[in-house]
């Protein structure tokens, strides 16, 4: 009761005329984080449903936690593994924590300032939708990121990814893929390599993901090599080098079931989007050539590398940059993971591609989705025009 007495004064104090009317946004925003808008329909015919855009995010970042949680256990079970040093699940949580929480408070503390800023110079409200993006930009980038990069990042995110476009609902590429892409070609040295995946690697020492490292094979005696060093358990479970929320495949389809039980996000772009890059892993072991063995990865093992599960649950999903028709959804996720997986072993200098696949493919959603429109539009001009012959 305290609380809420004290978010009615402000908003008293926040209304036009009043002494924090300059902070309205803001005041709104904090309101709405704890309680539910206390805003209804008047007039007109509505269409009403308990879900809004708060419950979907944070339907999101629940889903996001099974990833979340074991990325940061896995900070520290690496960390501890590579230096060779006796450890338990409690000292892996907790030096997780110290690496990861820094991360997410400069994403969240950067990014959510321009939201603001951009709310008051607008007048708006302060969208819930830098919720999700303010976690998943920590989540896919190495633990060694420095601080004033994850910053930069989510200021270039928000501004660029969303508030150019009008903020909210009507950004074109999804923000947080846009912040991993500005870091990975401003500062590859910090995104790429063998030193960023493991937090307070000595430089003597590699820990490269088996991503990268079969990426380099010359041979399929390294590939299988490869194999005896990283087990398919290993790849399933995520106790692997890799950007924090991306290891774990299991942790990732529990997230995955949340998305489609919940309906936030649309089993037709997840499945369409393994079946595409399941389908051109198969073919690449086809016409797989000695000259490049990554070719003959087992075209299954693609889905338990590097960002793959992870951009086909949470990222090509995104309900804003992604296709909307029915139809489309199947093309724009089979497309997603074909080109995934086709850059990924044909683009020696770029082993990761769900994130060049999944941006090229926000550019051509709103295009796939009206050659979709239009078909149909023909198609029931065409049966209309059919029925009006044979009545006469």
């Known amino acids: 009761m305290g609380l809420r007495k004290f978010f009615d004064n402000l908003n ?13 946004a803001t005041i709104e925003a904090l309101d709405t984080f704890f309680y539910v808008p206390n805003r209804v329909t008047t007039r007109g015919s509505h269409i009403r449903d308990a879900v809004d855009l708060k419950r979907v995010m944070i339907t999101v970042v629940i889903a996001l936690l099974p990833p979340l949680l074991f990325g940061i256990w896995n900070i520290g079970y690496l960390h501890y593994k590579y230096l060779g040093l006796d450890t338990n699940f409690w000292k892996n949580v907790w030096f997780g924590l110290e690496k990861f ?23 708006e409200e302060v969208n819930e939708g830098y919720l999700v993006t303010g976690l998943l930009i920590p989540m896919i980038i190495p633990v060694t990121t420095p601080l004033w990069m994850v910053g930069l990042a989510a200021i270039f995110a928000t ?48 820990g490269a993901t088996p991503l990268g490292q079969f990426s380099q094979a010359t041979s399929l005696a390294q590939i299988h090599a490869i194999h005896s060093h990283f087990s398919v358990a290993d790849m399933f479970l995520g106790t692997i080098p890799g950007s924090i929320g991306e290891t774990s495949t299991l942790a990732i389809l529990i997230g995955a079931l949340i998305l489609i039980y919940t309906g936030v996000a649309s089993w037709k772009i997840i499945v369409s989007a393994f079946v ?20 003959a990865l087992p075209f299954w093992e693609h889905w338990l590398l590097g960002g793959f ?51 090229l493919m926000n550019m051509f959603a709103p295009l796939i989705d009206y050659i979709v429109v239009r078909y149909h539009i023909k198609s029931r001009t065409k049966r209309a025009l059919f029925l009006k012959q044979q009545n006469l």
Do not use: C
């Open 159 to 206: 501004l660029v990814g969303k508030e150019v476009f009008g903020g909210t609902g009507y950004n074109i590429f999804n923000p947080a893929l846009l912040a991993r892409a500005f870091l990975f070609f401003s500062y590859p040295g910090h995104m790429s390599g063998e030193k960023v995946w493991i937090a307070d690697l000595p430089d003597a020492m590699s």
């Open 276 to 295: 595409g890059g399941g389908l051109m892993g198969w073919l690449l072991n086809i016409l797989a050539t000695p000259t490049n063995p990554y070719m």
């Open 309 to 359: 599960a992870f951009g086909m649950v949470y990222m090509v999903t995104d309900p804003v940059s992604s296709a909307h028709t029915e139809i489309g959804k199947w093309i724009y996720g089979f497309s997603a993971g074909l080109l995934a997986i086709l850059i990924r072993v044909l683009n020696p200098a770029y082993p990761e591609g769900v994130m060049l696949a999944i941006l």
């Open 12 to 24: 008293k104090q926040a209304q036009p005329g009043g002494k924090l009317h300059f902070l309205s």
């Open 101 to 123: 929480i820094p991360l997410l408070l400069v994403s969240y503390i950067a990014g959510g300032l321009v939201e603001v800023i951009f709310a008051q110079l607008r007048h």
